[in-house]
């Protein structure tokens, strides 16, 4: 298990802190496997630099901030057993004991979570046969590069970093679109973060179409990478 201070800081022999993990991601991607292995309370203590890109710590009279601003992306098995599972034909796990592995995520850290999708495991036949190439990466950093330059040329920032209320001004649903969200938000319980979220990733899809105005597509694209509030809905 990950303990808290080697994610947020590390003492050298002198006990003076130094960066932990989330520092040394800062401009870059944290990656967290296992995600349901981490220790509750450290993964909550993710939730102060996922707001603020920084990560403060007092401890015995000593005072450490560290930049902290990283992209998370983190995977976990659906069920407690993990690969030899997977809610394949062998699950065994009871309900009680996947909703207390999928509970290990709580619910304030999921709101700050963009999206989260479910991998299936791929047949053996697909494996071996992937089909035609896909974009390369040259091509798709050209997509992303227009979409990020839309975003700077309409607002000045990127929709990540609009406030909740600059998301409502900007991320405009029509009325039926708006309808269907707040029906989504009742049906999974989404909190208003997460609405303000689902509204950024709704408008950015809607950037990589190019696309003046959010369509429903884009809004049931952006609802679809919800999985895990699925999940807690559903068990709930
Ligand atoms: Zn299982």
Not at 44 to 51: A, G, K, N, Q, T
Not at 190 to 201: C, K
Request: with cysteine; aromatic share 4%.
């Amino acid at each position: 298990m990950v303990t808290p201070v080697a994610l947020y800081l590390v003492y050298d022999s002198g006990s003076r802190p130094k960066p932990g993990e989330i520092s040394l991601a800062h401009n870059g991607i944290l990656f967290l496997d296992e995600l349901a292995e981490f220790d509750r309370k450290a993964l909550d203590v993710l939730r102060e630099p996922l707001e603020t890109g920084r990560i403060s710590i007092s401890r015995a009279a000593r005072q450490a901030e560290f930049p902290a601003r990283f992209q998370l992306v983190a995977a976990m098995n659906p069920c407690p057993q993990g690969y030899d599972c997977d809610l394949g034909p062998h699950c065994r796990c009871t309900p009680e004991q996947r909703r207390r592995h999928r509970g290990r995520i709580s619910a304030p850290l999921l709101d700050r979570i963009d999206l989260s999708i479910e991998v299936p495991r791929l047949p053996r036949d697909v494996l071996m046969d992937p089909g035609p190439p896909p974009e390369s990466t040259e091509q798709v950093r050209s997509r992303v590069a227009a979409c990020r330059d839309r975003q700077l040329a309409r607002q000045g920032k990127l929709n990540a970093a609009l406030s909740g209320r600059e998301a409502e001004g900007i991320c405009t649903l029509a009325p039926a679109h708006q309808q269907l969200l707040e029906t989504a938000m009742d049906r999974f319980r989404l909190s208003a973060r997460a609405y303000h979220r689902i509204l950024r990733v709704a408008r950015t899809l809607a950037d990589m179409d190019g696309a003046p105005r959010i369509e429903a597509h884009h809004l049931m694209e952006a609802l679809s990478y919800r999985a895990m509030d699925r999940w807690r809905a559903s068990e709930a």
